[in-house]
């Protein structure tokens, strides 16, 4: 069919996409296409697009479209359940395809499809649009060139306000059994996974250059009305070592705008790309005055994706060449797309294409449990001038004793000397510029009679273990056995070693904090105030990351147990934690590291946490952390290492300045817990459930508690 003759088209499905997208991109490429029927069994709706965009027929039974001599290519724009029967048609006769993913909804049913374009000989492609965008085109070329090295850890997130396309003139509305619309209908879909999350597998597996070995996926029903679920989360291993993600929710506040952000880190260099309208994240609740959807007309997938996708259709059919998506190509994505559901389903990682997870390891997945927290009794909180010195009175200042290096031992120090109700008496180590007079070693400090207040802060050894010190329990042993309190900074290598500081802290009657500094930013703090304030409205979802250029000693440890205490901190109402699963990338690079954990709670809210010891060496950032708690009412998203809080909801916006310094907060609140007689931040038994999980995870990956 060679030549530079007009060919016609039909299009079957006159709904949201149809409008949208392929009419639009039909009409843009009229030197090539005539606009010839359309077809819905909504009759009207067929009418209308005949009539906006110029068909000269229209009908109400596809199968009236399929028998016109004069359509060579048929858009095939219905739900996935149709297209067994119309994608089978239309191949039966003659007519070369596009149809709308998710390419079925099984893979019977998708193999069939495939096995009768190639019988009769058509072009056949599925609408994988994302493909055809320049900007993930243009990613895809930088992995290609090595830009990154290989890719290790993928997230693609896509975000939807619940009226997504209210400001737009299009055919939006219900349909299906029971005037619910079709994306809500069990009788039609699957839910999120296949309306939505196809076309995040199919991105993860392009940009990884690998087929998925496994799949663990969550998802929830939000909507009141809804039958499937409409939010879903999952991870993915592949074949090559990598691991990706991708999350989709689709009932954030009115004013949030459609949303797309993906982020590929490799070995060498990490991409990212995201749609406009968030890089200056401010306000996005009902009221706010933010168009709806603010971003529509510059969306990833609108516009120039689906010109190329059907320019490359239309090119393939007129020089009888290969198309450039292959539907073998959407195939796999509906197979890990299908995997995602059957693991959300059945509460486990699951195997990909008849792979189990149980072939990529050895032994079972069944739950390792922790050791149980020691029995022994709480610590006795005596604040008698006895326990901080002889020398001081229960009105003096604390007298510290600073032990560690390195940037938070400065700060740390900076903040006794300001604070009017301590005072900085020792330090082993010059920790910043200080002129703080000291000792020799740390056991001399550690013995000094006058010092109430030992804090440790840094990367040393022996700053909790490892030294000799009271039988290996380091300077935080040493310190709880002489009765002083101990701030410590530097985590335990693992719970038995947090379990041994706390017995001690409890045979000696010595507070012990092992505080997690995010808890003290302004801005996790003001978020933690606005979810309490109840300004959320019910949760959807939860999203917390750290990035760093730093090489942790143990990645879950180190980034992981700060970030799901600020989680459990921030959301007290989703209760306990009875699902987690833990995704670690295999090492890359130069000591870089990579994992992705997945939590259900007892309410049923899911969380997802990335880590990534992987930002290259010139980024502009040491470290990156991002929490997002996502409501129908508002949605808050705090980045405490660069900007605030932002927040979408009724009400005045607001924005907090840049603040890294937790510690300034987090002092003033330990001296005063000391004062009063209360538990100090970061008490044992407020810190051991976080670090019980990471052990469990650590050892299995897979956590299941009862509720």
């Excluded at 060449?321 to 797309?337: C, H, N």
């Excluded at 105030?529 to 109840?534: C, P």
């Amino acid at each position: 069919m060679s030549g530079t003759a007009t060919l016609g088209i039909g299009v079957i499905g006159c709904g949201t996409i149809a409008f949208s997208a392929h009419l639009p991109a039909i009409r843009r490429l009229r030197d090539r296409l005539r606009l010839v029927a359309t077809a819905d069994v909504r009759a009207e709706l067929a009418a209308r697009a005949a009539r906006e965009f110029g068909a000269e027929a229209h009908y109400a039974d596809y199968r009236q479209l399929l028998a016109r001599p004069d359509i060579a290519i048929v858009v095939i724009c219905t739900p996935e359940l149709l297209h067994a029967e119309q994608v089978g048609a239309a191949a039966a006769a003659g007519k070369h395809i596009l149809c709308e993913k998710p390419l079925a909804d099984t893979l019977d049913a998708a193999d069939a499809l495939l096995g009768a374009a190639a019988r009769a000989g058509v072009k056949f492609m599925v609408g994988h649009s994302r493909r055809f965008t320049p900007r993930y085109r243009a990613v895809r070329a930088a992995i290609d060139r090595g830009a990154i090295g290989a890719p290790r850890l993928i997230r693609e997130n896509e975000r939807r306000p619940r009226a997504m396309y209210g400001a737009l003139d299009l055919p939006v509305g219900p349909w299906a059994p029971g005037g619910k619309p079709w994306t809500g209908a069990a009788a039609y879909t699957r839910g999120a996974a296949l309306t939505n999350a196809v076309h995040e597998t199919d991105l993860l597996r392009w940009f990884a250059g690998a087929e998925a070995e496994s799949v663990y996926a969550e998802s929830r029903i939000t909507d009141p009305d809804g039958e499937v679920p409409d939010f879903i989360t999952l991870t993915v291993r592949f074949r090559n070592g990598a691991i990706g993600a991708t999350e989709v929710v689709n009932r954030l506040p009115p004013g949030y705008p459609y949303y797309h952000h993906l982020e590929v880190f490799g070995e060498t260099g990490l991409i990212r790309a995201a749609d406009p309208g968030m890089v200056t994240l401010t306000d996005f609740r009902a009221g706010a005055g933010l168009g709806q959807p603010l971003n529509f007309g510059a969306l990833l997938h609108i516009e120039e994706a689906y010109v190329a996708e059907l320019r490359a259709l239309v090119d393939a059919v007129r020089d009888d060449t290969p198309v450039p998506l292959p539907p073998t190509e959407a195939r796999a994505a509906l197979a890990l797309a299908l995997a995602a559901v059957r693991s959300s389903e059945e509460g486990r990682e699951v195997g990909v294409e008849g792979r189990t997870s149980e072939d990529r390891r050895s032994g079972s997945w069944a739950t390792a449990s922790a050791p149980a927290a020691p029995a022994v009794p709480p610590p006795t909180l005596n604040l008698r001038p006895s326990t901080f010195g002889p020398s001081t009175p229960p009105s003096a200042p604390l007298r510290c004793g600073l032990l560690g290096s390195g940037p938070r031992a400065g700060v740390l120090a900076a903040a006794v000397t300001e604070h009017p109700g301590a005072v900085l008496a020792a330090t082993v180590q010059d920790a910043g510029g200080g002129t703080w007079y000291g000792y020799a070693t740390p056991a001399e400090l550690l013995a000094a009679p006058d010092i109430d207040l030992v804090l440790i802060a840094g990367e040393e050894p022996g700053a909790v273990a490892g030294d000799g010190a009271d039988g290996g329990a380091g300077w935080a042993g040493a310190a709880l056995t002489r009765g002083k309190a101990v701030l410590c900074l530097t985590p335990p290598a693992d719970l038995a070693q947090f379990d041994a500081l706390a017995a001690l802290a409890a045979r000696h009657g010595a507070p012990l904090g092992l505080p997690n500094e995010l808890r003290f930013l302004p801005a996790t703090r003001a978020l933690r105030d606005t979810v309490a304030r109840g300004e959320t409205g019910p949760l959807l979802s939860a999203f917390a990351a750290w990035r760093t250029r730093r090489a942790p000693g143990d990645l879950l440890r180190d980034l992981g147990a700060p970030l799901l205490d600020l989680l459990r901190w921030c959301l007290p109402a989703a209760g306990a934690i009875v699902r987690a699963q833990a995704t670690v990338a295999p090492p890359f690079g130069h000591d870089r590291s990579a994992a992705l954990l997945t939590l259900r709670t007892a309410s049923g809210l899911v969380c997802t946490v990335e880590l990534a010891a992987a930002l290259p060496p010139a980024h502009e950032q040491e470290d990156e952390v991002l929490i997002e708690i996502l409501g129908e009412e508002a949605a808050l998203r705090a980045e405490p290492y660069n900007q605030a809080i932002a927040i979408s909801g009724p009400g005045e916006r607001r924005r907090l300045p840049w603040h890294r310094d937790a510690l300034y907060p987090l002092l003033d609140a330990f001296v005063a817990a000391l004062r009063e007689g209360r538990e100090p931040p970061g008490a044992p038994a407020e810190v051991r459930p976080t670090l019980a999980l990471i052990e469990e995870l650590r050892g299995a990956e897979s956590v299941e508690r009862g509720a």
